[in-house]
């Protein structure tokens, strides 16, 4: 059985946590696609060029703690508007998603342009607010060195980046389900996007 569900959104929507939890109580596999970006970025930060970082790319040498900081996430956002980069890294993410027993991927252009055949497509947002005060309190608690104000203006930067640039942009697919996770809980969106899943099984 192959079952991929594609789900896209901007930064600190809740799409990550959503994929976390339906991948797991379906027992498929789950990409986090920004990390790829984000392994890519880091390297970029570090001096080296971001089209050889991504041509030879390991998944398995991510270290996902280390990239999660906002430096990362502005630098991924730059390299991911480089077509050549994006280029390098569809074929891992489309064998991914055809893997026997199921994927889920999250990222900005999963149901568009990886996956624009995938059984469930999905886009998962919320206000500019309160997906800022998500990112500040994750970061914050973290011990990272963050304000309110400083991660709201980060977000809009990465969101007008990844919405604007030619190459893949950030867009719901035509037909994807937006669930606005603004006014709803973790559970409440699990729930929606399992009862989803559950009838493009039974298809
Ligand atoms: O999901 P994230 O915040 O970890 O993603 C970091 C950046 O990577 C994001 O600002 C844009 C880029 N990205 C992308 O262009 N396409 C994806 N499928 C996933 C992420």
Redesign the pocket.
Known sequence: MTLTVAV?GP?ASGK?TISKAVAAHFGFAHL???????AV?AQMLLGKDPLIVAQTLQAEDIDPGALRNSEV?QA??KV?AIPEV?AALLDFQRAFARRAGGAVL?????GTV?CPEADVKLYVTASDEVRAERRFLELANKGQDVTRDGVLDDLRA?DK??SERAS?P?KPAEDATIIDTSDLSIDDAVARVVSQIEMAQSD
């Open positions: 896209d930064a990550g986090d696609t920004g990390l790829l970006y984000r970025g996430a991924a956002s991911a994006r999250d990222g900005r252009d999963i990886i990465r980046r990844d893949a950030l």
